[in-house]
C-alpha cells in the first residue's frame, strides 16, 4: 500500500501514477489511451455528477441525449471548430466484420463502407446545433438550455489516467439564446457555477478568467474558465464555459423570428468538466499515505474499526456500534462498519487511508471500559480519544469541520505559491520553483508563444478580478495594463 | 397536437410514431439509425435509471466504466459471441482527419491508420473480461458485482425510436462468481429485480421465462428473460439476465484459486435493460391523446391551470395555488404550476395530456367562491370536483392509485390476449388477432425456426411458472412437457 506509493518529493508524476493505481480509482484499458474507472473512482464521480447535476437544474437546464456520432461533413461547417478538432478525430468507417476467408478470426468486411465517415464526438456543438436548426422558430422557443452527460473522444499521444485520456466522461451544456446579452451572462453563470462547485465541493480554490485568444475553446468567441493549483505548483483547467458568439448558429443556419417580426441568428454557449476533475482532486489534496477526500464526494464518510482480540471483545463492540452506526445512517452519513475478521486493524488503518476515507473512528474493550473512541481525522492525521456519548449527532460538523480544513489547506498552499513578477530574470527564477506568476504581458500572440517556447509556461487567464495596473511586459517591455497569470500547467 | 396523432386502431406503428414525435420524446438524427433523445425522453429515462441504480445498489453492486472500444481480435476470443455481433459493429479504423490537398473541407489521414481496427462496444463482456483477468487472483475477489451505465452501438438496418436504433443507452451488469451456483443465483436475482422495477414502477406486467437456445444471448449458456405486452398484442422483450457459464473466463483465462488451493475458472453474468424500456412504456399505456405515464417516472406529476378572464382572477387564483403547490412540494411531489398567460387552457389541457401529466388541476373564479377545484386523470380521463381543503394531503395516494390503476389495466389486457392454442388451426388464428399463445412445443431447433418462417411468431420464453403438462408440439404433434409463450415482437 503507502509503501507503494513514490513520495511527492521524489518524483510527483510517479506519486500521482501510484496513487491511482493502489488505491484502486482508475486504470490504462487494452486499448491505448483509454482508461478503466474503477469502482471507487467512479463512485467519486458519481458524487461529482449529482451534485454538478442539481445545480444545473436548479439553473434551469435540462437534460438530453445527441448521438454519439458526428457526420464528418459536419466537422467542416465551422472554420475553427475544424481546425482545432480535426487532428484528433477517430473515425468510424466500416459498419460489419466478416469471417477471415483465411480462418483467422474477423475481418473488416470491405463491402461495408460507409459513404460518409462519421466521427465519433470529440464534442457535440456540431451535432446539436444541426439538431437545434429543427428546434428553434421563434423567440418563444428561447432560451434552449440543456445539458447532456456522455462519453467523448480526443485522440491523444501522450495520456494520464484522468487527466487526458482519449475516451473521457463529461457533461456539456448547449444553450441557445435570443440576444448577446443573455448569451454572455449565460456563460459567465456557469462559469460561477462551476467556480462555487470546485471550491464549496472538491476544496479547491480557483481562479476565474478568460483565455487568450490562443488558448481559446475552436469556435468560440471568448472562452472564461476556472483554474486551478495542484501541489506541484502547475496549473490545472478545471472546467471552461464558452461563449459562442452566433458562429455555429451561422453555420448551421439556425434562426428565428424575434418579437418584431425579423429573422436572426441565435446566440451561443457551451460549457463542460470532465473525469479530469477527479484527476485535480487527487493532485490538489492527497498525500504520500494516499487518497484525501473531502467529506462531500467521499463514498466512505466514516470508517469504524472493531480493536479485539477475542470473539466476546468483539461482539460486545458490536452492540456498541451498530447503535452508533444506525444514527449516523439515520443522518444521512455514509458509514461503513469494517468488521472483516481476515485483516487485522493496522492493515485495515492503512487501507482506509490509502483509499481516502475522511474519518476513521477505533474502539476497542478499554474504550468500551471507559466510554471512549479513537477518532482520526485523514486530512492532518490528528487522533483524539472522546466520549462515544453524543458522539455521532458531533459527526456532521466534525466532516463539515474536515470539509472546510481542506479547502483552507489549499487556499494557503495557492497563496504561498502565487507571486508577482516584474522582470525575466524573476519570472523564469519563480517557474524553475512552481507556482502562479501574474506578470505583466503585452496582449500579443506572439509573445505568448514565444514566452511559452522558451519556458513551457502559458497564460493560463486574464484573471476576471485583476485590477488595472499600468506596467511593462516581462518579455518585450512593451506596455500592459493588467498581470494575468502564468503558470506550467497539466 | 392530439389530432396529429393517427389513432390506434387506425394504425398502431404510426401512432407509435406519431406520439413519440409530438409528445418530444426522441427523433431521428442527421446520422441513420441514431436517435436524439429530447428532454422529455430523457427526463423518463433519468427516473428509471434512479430506480434502477438504487436496487443494484442495495443488492450489492457497485458502478465502473469500461472503454466504448473493443480491439477487433477481443471479439473473436469467444466464438459465439463473434457470431453474434459481427455483422453489426461499426468499426473505427483511422484517428486523425487532415485538410483535404483539393480544398474540400476534411479528409480521412491515411497515414493514421490504426495497426488493429477497434470496435465501438455492442456490448461490453470482452473488453470486461479482458480486465477481470488481473483483478481476480483469488477466492477473495469474488464476487465482482459491477455494473455499468453505458451507450452501444450495434449497426441496425431497420430502426425505430427507443425500440431499435444504431446508438442506446444502458446498463450492463456484468459479476463473476466463485461457484456455478452462486452466478445461477446472480442470474435469477437480476431477473427479479427487472420484473419488480417493470411491474412496481413501469406498471408493466411481465412474464419471466427463459429463451430458447436460438434466442439465446451470444456467449451465454442460459438467458433468462422478462417479457411484456404492448397494446398490439405484440410482445416486447424488456430485460435480460445470462448466466455465462465459464465461457468468457475460460475465453479470456481468468481463473482464481479456490479455498482449497486449487486453480478453478470463474463463474460469470451479465444483465442489461436500455432505453428500449422508454418504448415499452409508451406501448403498454398511452393512448390517442398522447403519453400515459406511471406517475413514478412522471417528471410532472401534477399541474395546476388558472382558469380566469380578469387579471384580479389570477391574483385571487394565484394566492390559492401557492399555497398548495408549497405544500406539494413539500412532500416530494413533483408538480408545476402553468400560469403561462400566452396560451388558452384549453391548449394547456390537451398539452398536458399529450405529455402524460397523471393529474391536472384546473381552479377558476367559481371554484375559489366554493372551495373547490377539478381534477382530471390522465389514465382514465375520469373528472371530478373536489374540496381544495386537504387535496395537498391526499394527492399521494391519488397518485398511487393511479399507479396501481395503470399496472391492472395492462395486467387485465394481457389476460384477455393470453390464449391457449392446441391445434396449428387455433394458434394461427390466433396470431392474427394478436396476443401470447400457450402452445406446446417438441423442444427443437427446427420446430421453433419453422414456425417463424410461416408465421412469424418467435417463442419469447419458457415460462419459469409454466406447470408441467403433457400434450403435443402444435407444429410437429411430437410429445412436450409444457407450455412455452409464442408470440409475434419487437
Chains 1, 2 share one sequence.
Request: glycine share 6%.
Amino acid at each position: 500500500m503507502a509503501e507503494k506509493i513514490t513520495p511527492r518529493e521524489k518524483d510527483y508524476s510517479e506519486w500521482y501514477n501510484d496513487l491511482v493505481k493502489e488505491a484502486q480509482l482508475a486504470e490504462h484499458s487494452a486499448v491505448k489511451g483509454c482508461m478503466v474507472i474503477r469502482p471507487l473512482g467512479y463512485a467519486i464521480w458519481e458524487f461529482m455528477q449529482a451534485d454538478l447535476d442539481r445545480r444545473f437544474k436548479e439553473t434551469g437546464h435540462v437534460n438530453a441525449y445527441f448521438p454519439l456520432f458526428v457526420p464528418k461533413s459536419f466537422l467542416s461547417k465551422e472554420a475553427a471548430h475544424v481546425e482545432g478538432f480535426a487532428k484528433e478525430c477517430a473515425v468510424v468507417t466500416h459498419y460489419r466484420l466478416k469471417n477471415d476467408p483465411n480462418g483467422k478470426g474477423v475481418i473488416v468486411d470491405p463491402d461495408a463502407k460507409l459513404d460518409e465517415e462519421l466521427i465519433i464526438r470529440p464534442t457535440s456543438e456540431t451535432i446539436i446545433w444541426n439538431t437545434y436548426r429543427n428546434w428553434i422558430q421563434s423567440y418563444r422557443d428561447l432560451p434552449l438550455l440543456i445539458n447532456q452527460w456522455a462519453n467523448v473522444v480526443r485522440w491523444e499521444m501522450r495520456t494520464r489516467l484522468f487527466l487526458r485520456t482519449t475516451e473521457f466522461l463529461w457533461q456539456e451544456g448547449h444553450t441557445a439564446h435570443a440576444t448577446k446579452q443573455e448569451a454572455e451572462e449565460e456563460t459567465k453563470r456557469m462559469l460561477d457555477v462551476y467556480a462555487d462547485f470546485a471550491e464549496k465541493v472538491l476544496c479547491i480554490p480557483v481562479i476565474k478568467g478568460i483565455k487568450t485568444a490562443n488558448e481559446r475553446f475552436a469556435g468560440a468567441e471568448e472562452t472564461y474558465c476556472i483554474e486551478a493549483m495542484m501541489q506541484d505548483g502547475k496549473a490545472l483547467q478545471a472546467g471552461t464555459s464558452h461563449f459562442l458568439g452566433q458562429n455555429f448558429a451561422k453555420a448551421f443556419d439556425v434562426t428565428f423570428l424575434d418579437k418584431t417580426g425579423t429573422r436572426e441568428h441565435v446566440w451561443a454557449t457551451s460549457w463542460g468538466v470532465s473525469t479530469r476533475l477527479i484527476g485535480a482532486l487527487i493532485m490538489a489534496h492527497s498525500d504520500d499515505d494516499g487518497l484525501i477526500l473531502p467529506p462531500a464526494v467521499a463514498p466512505t464518510q466514516v470508517v469504524v474499526v472493531p480493536i479485539y482480540r477475542k470473539d466476546e471483545e468483539l461482539e460486545k463492540i458490536n452492540a456498541v456500534v451498530h447503535d452508533f452506526v444506525a444514527k449516523l445512517k439515520g443522518s444521512g452519513i455514509r458509514v461503513k462498519y469494517d468488521d472483516d475478521d481476515t485483516k487485522k486493524p493496522g492493515w485495515k488503518f492503512a487501507e482506509h487511508e490509502l483509499k481516502g476515507v475522511p474519518l476513521r473512528i477505533a474502539i476497542g474493550p478499554r474504550d468500551l471500559e471507559n466510554g471512549t473512541v479513537e477518532i482520526a481525522f485523514r486530512d492532518t492525521k490528528m487522533k483524539q480519544v472522546v466520549g462515544i456519548d453524543g458522539l455521532a449527532e458531533k459527526i456532521p460538523a466534525l466532516l463539515e469541520q474536515i470539509q472546510q480544513g481542506i479547502y483552507l489547506k489549499a487556499l494557503k498552499f495557492r497563496e504561498e505559491h502565487t507571486f508577482n513578477a516584474d522582470t525575466w530574470e524573476e519570472f523564469t527564477s519563480i517557474l524553475d520553483k512552481g507556482g502562479f506568476i501574474l506578470a505583466h504581458w503585452d496582449g500579443t500572440s506572439e509573445t505568448e508563444l514565444k514566452i511559452k517556447e522558451e519556458t513551457k509556461a502559458t497564460i493560463r487567464c486574464i484573471p476576471l478580478n485583476a485590477p488595472n495596473e499600468e506596467g511593462k511586459c516581462i518579455y518585450s517591455g512593451k506596455p500592459s495594463i493588467r498581470r494575468v497569470i502564468f503558470a506550467k500547467a497539466y
